[in-house]
């Protein structure tokens, strides 16, 4: 499931180095627009739709929490 993550989100954020970090978020490197952005091809690619109070920095700060939180709503 991670290396699907990736994929999408890399096809989808190129701009967006994901290996660069274990904690995307905390370092800086996606902000809250990009999570945005994120959960809207996240929600598209895999069919899910995430609850409002999922929608919180730690669920998306590594390519793992991103694919533990899908999993969670598939």
Not at 9 to 18: C, K, M, S
């Given at each position: 499931?991670?290396?699907?993550?990736?994929?999408?989100?890399?096809?989808?954020?190129?701009?967006?180095?994901?290996?660069?970090?274990?904690?995307?978020?905390?370092?800086?490197?996606?902000?809250?627009?990009?999570?945005?952005?994120?959960?809207s091809a996240l929600s598209e690619e895999f069919g899910v739709t995430f609850p409002y109070e999922e929608i919180v920095p730690e669920n998306f700060n590594s390519l793992e929490s991103i694919a533990e939180l899908i999993e969670r709503y598939q």
């Open positions: 499931m991670v290396e699907r993550v990736r994929e999408v989100l890399e096809e989808n954020f190129p701009e967006i180095d994901f290996d660069s970090s274990d904690e995307l978020v905390d370092d800086g490197i996606i902000d809250s627009l990009s999570i945005v952005g994120m959960i």
